[in-house]
Structures are given as C-alpha cells and as structure tokens.
C-alpha cells in the first residue's frame, strides 16, 4: 500500500512566480492536511480538505495562498506570487475519516524562492 | 505563550541510555496526543498515539500522558543510534469540526555509540 505521495521534492522558484505542490493522499483516505514548516521551527498547520470541500482553513494566510482537493486527482498548494519568506518544507498528511487522529505524512516538498 | 512547549535540544545520549522526551501544553481542549519521528528531511512517521491519561508500550517506547498536569512525555529504552532524529510531540481537540495537529517544535536526538 503506497504511502502518501508528494510531487515535486523539490521546487526552485523565483520571486513573482507561481509555485504548484501535488500530494496525493494513501489509498483509501479522503482526507488530507497540508502543513508548513520553517527552518528550526515545528509543523504549523495550513488547512484541512475533504474532496471537493475546504473544512479549515485557518491555517492560511489570506492572500496569495489557496488549496483544492478536486473529485479526481491529487489535492494542489497553490501559491502565487511567491516571496522569499514561502521558503520552506511543505507536508501533506491523510487521514481516512475525520474522527481518527492518525495522520500520516508524505515526504514533503522543499520550496526554494530565489 | 506557545499552545505547545517543547525543548528543541539537542539531547546526546550514550547507546543503551533510557530517554526521556517531553512536552508541556496550555490547551484544555487537547484530547488526543501523538509522537511523530523525524529522520533529517524526511517526513514525520507517527511512532505512537493516545488519548486516556497513563501509559501506553510499543516496544522499546513507552508514551505517557499527564491531563492534570497538561504534561506528556515519550520514552526510549535501550537507545539505538537510529533512533537519532528529531522527535516532535503532537497534539489535537475533538470541538467542532477541528481535526488539524499541534505541533510541538521537535527535539533533536543524538545517540551516540
């Protein structure tokens, strides 16, 4: 049973530019959560998705920063008009209902803003 | 104040040697407590998980839950120099519809042959 995948592992962006992180929750979960880390610092967390639904997004800062997880394919961090500041480790993690606390991580995406 | 407390470390330890790992919290509405390991850029695996105050085994790691104290600590006996990561306690309610994690900030673990 494949674990929860990541894509790409690594992303180089420059300032202004658009950056896309794919994860695609295990087989069987329909939830996913996103968090963020920053160098020396924990996971905070960004939002929580549900197909098609955003259930909490109060981990998100208001501008520039969105996510979906559509009815097919993997759920997309999209942010736009990156700055050096969204330099960071980006985790995806999924759940199989919303009631269990066992979430599981993928390996991350490692956002570089140039 | 942090909603989630925890030494980053580092903490060196000889092999063979018991660690004790630990995190502190404010938020009452905590119910359920977690262990995630983190080898370096890796993402966290989930070594253990519970939610009654006491004690819990897997193995060499031993998870311990303190309500009253809002106090919770994780365990390694017989240390091994893989178990050299950083170790990040985490932390969820269970009101409305709230089922994103709290962090703590990790602590690093050495173990050293």
């Known amino acids: 049973n494949a674990g929860v995948m990541q894509n790409p592992r690594h992303l180089v962006r420059r300032r202004g530019q658009e950056a896309r992180l794919r994860c695609s929750p295990m087989?069987?979960?329909?939830?996913v959560y996103w968090y963020r880390q920053l160098p020396e610092e924990g996971l905070k967390f960004m939002v929580y998705l549900q197909k098609e639904n955003i259930i909490d997004e109060s981990g998100m800062p208001k501008e520039r920063f969105s996510a979906e997880f559509p009815k097919e394919g993997p759920s997309i961090l999209r942010i736009q008009q990156v700055v050096r500041g969204d330099s960071a480790a980006y985790f995806c993690?999924?759940?199989?209902?919303?009631?269990?606390?066992?979430?599981?991580f993928g390996p991350g995406t490692r956002l570089t803003v140039t | 104040q942090k909603e989630v407390e925890q030494d980053p470390g580092p903490l060196s330890v000889p092999e063979g040697a018991i660690v004790s790992l630990n995190c502190t919290y404010s938020n009452s509405a905590f119910q359920y407590f977690m262990w995630y390991r983190q080898y370096s850029r890796k993402g966290p695996e989930l070594l253990m998980y519970t939610y009654s105050s006491g004690n819990k085994e897997d193995g060499r790691f031993t998870a311990q839950v303190d309500k009253s104290s809002k106090y919770i600590s994780l365990f390694i006996r017989d240390s091994q120099p893989s178990d050299s990561a950083t170790y990040l306690c985490?932390?969820?309610?269970?009101?409305?519809?709230?089922?994103?994690?709290?962090f703590g900030t990790g602590t690093r673990l050495q173990v050293t042959l």
């Open positions: 087989k069987g979960h329909s939830h």
């Open positions: 985490a932390m969820r309610d269970y009101t409305g519809t709230a089922s994103k994690l709290t």
């Open positions: 993690a999924s759940s199989p209902a919303r009631s269990s606390y066992e979430q599981y």
